[in-house]
């Protein structure tokens, strides 16, 4: 690791800035390459939708790129285009998120855009009612994927209905179909604004030109009605099982969604938490359970973990895609790698491996700006400091056996969980 420290980003190459309207910016020059990428958020994202607009603050998101008060839609993608750049936004659970890349040269236009469409969308009727169609037309297609149904089932078994947690960030067809135009407008009015807004920028730029420039375009916002996001509800361990099968007819594979609410980033134990899941579900082909459920036993095409993280108690899922007459046996074998990494403590090589494992992947990470940016970015988003990159590897390493048992038996239990299945009807066939 010692030969990769110089190269990774850390406080002697990331400078970081604060506006006075709030705005954070952080640049990391690169200049081996002649690109340069620009990431970030800010806070308007699902947890403000309305219960009866599931939907809103992702349509707001996607809506923004359909044309500013300056430039219509063609007009924002033939500049686009015409400079080989791109630039998207997107609605998230507690953000709106950005990304584009040009040509360094380029960033000036770069960051005009993205303030025109931030701060300036036209909403205009005929581009919102396209829109609308897509996003309805991208639902239906999605609700017909047992692996997308699987998992929108057991967000709203895992979570209480009054969590947002509980719901969809794209929304439903119903709530897209009933979100008006005004809907758009005041929530963009009402909610998108500087305040905690992140900018990261990454590649052959100049610093303090970089700064300037978003100093110029973004540093005069303000928004006095934006709210501060909203606190999460309080959110009990799940103390029981959860089942709901949702019947899928015509399909020939099952999917498989079972799990817990886990814990977010800023936990204390997240580092044992997410080695514990890098055991259990990740380490070569899917950890254990690849191991055990798809290459011994056969009974899954794909069958891994995954541990979100993120703002709030996002899920610590195990899903696999299984063949409908395998269900059972899939899960039992499932909740026997649960109860393993939940009373027996990780051997000595196991916990080498992943370590290894898991330190090796970071400059990987770091190889493209893309990879920096999003790095930059989650390091300020959950308040690891700017030398994070240089302690990783020392944080890893002092993961013990017992903190890596102690935080699995904090979240996971093979007798309470959440278990949602998606596929055919097994009894219409017997």
């Not at 936004?89 to 950005?98: A, E, K, N």
């Not at 005004?182 to 052959?204: T, Y």
């Not at 099982?241 to 015509?250: A, E, F, L, N």
């Not at 080498?352 to 770091?366: E, M, S, Y």
């Amino acid at each position: 690791m010692n030969k990769h420290l110089n190269a990774l980003p850390g406080p002697d190459d990331i400078t970081r800035r604060e506006l006075s309207n709030g705005i954070v910016v952080l640049v990391r020059e690169n200049h081996n390459a002649q690109s340069v990428v620009i990431t970030g958020a800010l806070n308007a994202g699902s947890l403000f939708d309305p219960p009866d607009s599931v939907g809103l603050a992702s349509f707001v998101a996607s809506a923004l790129m359909r044309g500013t008060k300056n430039r219509d839609f063609a007009t924002i993608h033939e500049l686009l285009e015409g400079n080989g750049a791109s630039l998207v936004t997107s609605g998230g659970m507690h953000t709106i998120g950005f990304s584009g890349k040009s040509l360094g040269e380029d960033l000036p236009l770069l960051i005009d855009l993205l303030a025109d469409v931030l701060r300036q969308p036209a909403f205009p009727d005929a581009q919102v009612e396209r829109l609308r169609g897509e996003i309805i037309t991208s639902l239906k297609i999605r609700e017909q994927d047992t692996r997308y149904m699987a998992a929108r089932t057991f967000r709203a078994l895992a979570y209480p209905p009054d969590h947002p947690y509980s719901r969809q960030i794209s929304g439903t067809v119903d709530t897209v179909a009933r979100i008006t135009r005004d809907q758009l407008v005041d929530f963009h009015r009402e909610h998108v604004g500087p305040r905690g807004m992140l900018v990261i920028i990454v590649g052959a730029v100049d610093t303090d030109e970089a700064i300037a420039l978003v100093e110029d375009k973004l540093g005069g916002w303000q928004n006095p009605a934006q709210p501060d996001p909203p606190a999460l509800p309080e959110l009990a361990p799940t103390d029981d099982v959860r089942r709901q099968t949702v019947i899928m007819p015509g399909k020939s594979q099952s999917d498989i969604v079972l799990g817990v609410p886990g814990p977010s980033r800023f936990a204390e134990d997240w580092q044992a938490a997410s080695l514990a899941n890098n055991i259990l579900g990740l380490f070569g082909m899917f950890g254990r359970i690849g191991t055990e459920v798809r290459e011994k036993r056969g009974l899954a095409y794909y069958s891994y973990s995954r541990l979100n993280g993120g703002l709030g108690p996002s899920p610590w899922q195990v899903i696999a895609g299984v063949d409908p007459a395998s269900i059972e046996q899939a899960v039992s074998t499932i909740l026997d790698e649960i109860r393993r990494i939940t009373t027996e403590l990780v051997g000595e090589q196991e916990l080498a491996d992943n370590k290894a494992n898991i330190t090796g992947r970071v400059p990987l990470q770091l190889e493209t700006n893309e990879g920096v940016a999003g790095t930059i970015l989650a390091m300020e988003r959950y308040q690891l400091g700017l030398d994070y990159l240089h302690r990783y590897a020392g944080l890893v390493n002092a993961v013990t056996a017992e903190d890596i048992l102690a935080a699995a038996q904090r979240y996971l239990s093979a007798d309470a969980y959440t278990l949602a299945v998606a596929g055919p009807d097994l009894s219409a066939a017997t």
